[in-house]
């Protein structure tokens, strides 16, 4: 007899969002549950038949391939086992998901917990100076974490022995106990779900297998990085129970602040304070980028506040792919104390100024040209 479209079973579209596939699969399981139809035969098939419909179209790989080829596609996954957690949410129909394998052996699967696991991925956050993040710099950082016991390799056992299966489980990890329709599974409590049990363990790591340790590691900082960015170290995070692979190290990096750039995505910003003749008159200062001083032509009549882009002086971007921009504004600065001659020059020049007055009317280029004239005969 051949299955029923999955979307038929369901009664939704081949469109029907992940809401919709859950709100019509919980409305099947809630009208053919065998609690709700005790001895119903007819009742249990459609409930098993919903469940494989949802267990397919509420996974996301399983239902493009469905989509795709039909049940030739799926290949016997939907009836050769499922990922149970894709019913986390039905708790209250179908009890705790989580320890529940009753599909597993009503569709001919079951999942043992006692192999070897990954180890946990670590984080570390590093601060760094604004000028490592700029040049780039290798740091060492120490960390604490989870590694295999060298004394048994991680088995757990004592040199010369090894473990043996749980007497009580029998090497699953699970005990299994029928309730109903269901079949529910415990963690066996012997074996604490590992499906072996340690008669001698190992002394150095009490048999768990892994220890803990103090490890020295060298990180890479590239160029460009900025704050909030993370380095991942593969394989640098912790080992992984009964011999799993190691997880990975996360490196959050923050940046120190500078104290005279701002960085904006890969452009710096600085500012410049200047006497008011270099901003009238223009001329050549020395201005400071991550290379070093650099000389800058300062236009004649400049005025306070105006800002100039000097090109590929900014942040390298981190991917080593060109680099931002400088920008500078200056700043008219205004000395606080001055010599005679000083003041005396400033009094010649504040003769010569029109005196400061609100004037909507905009000025004539060669009036402008007559002020800069008056500004070059007096500081010459």
Known sequence: MSKRDYYEVLGVQRTATEQEIKSAYRKLALKFHPDRNPGDKQAEDK?????????????????HMYDRFGHAGLGGAATGGFDPTVFTGFEDILGGLGDIFGFGDVFGSGRRRSGPQRGADLRYDLEI??????????????????????????????????ATTCPQCHGRGQLRYQQGF??????????????????KPCQTCHGAGRVQKQRKITVRIPAGIATGQRLRLSGEGEAGPNGGSAGDLYVVVHVQEHPFFQREGNDLYCEIPLNFPTLAL??????????????FAVPEGTQSGQTFRVRGKGMPDVTGRGRGDLLVTVKVVTPKKLTKEQRKLLEQLSSALPKEQFDPTPRDDHEDKGLFDRVKDIFG
């Open 282 to 295: 223009g001329g050549e200062i020395m201005i400071p980028t991550l290379d070093g001083e650099e000389a």
């Open 47 to 63: 409930f098993k038949e919903a469940a494989e419909a949802y267990a397919v179209l509420a996974d996301t790989d399983k239902r």
């Open 182 to 199: 269901f079949t529910v599974a415990r963690t066996c409590g012997q074996c604490r779900g590992t499906g072996q049990v340690i008669a």
């Open 129 to 162: 100076p604004f000028e490592e993040s700029a040049k780039g710099a290798e740091t060492s950082i120490q960390i604490p974490r989870q590694e295999t016991c060298e004394s048994c390799n991680g088995s757990g056992a004592a040199p010369g022995s090894k």
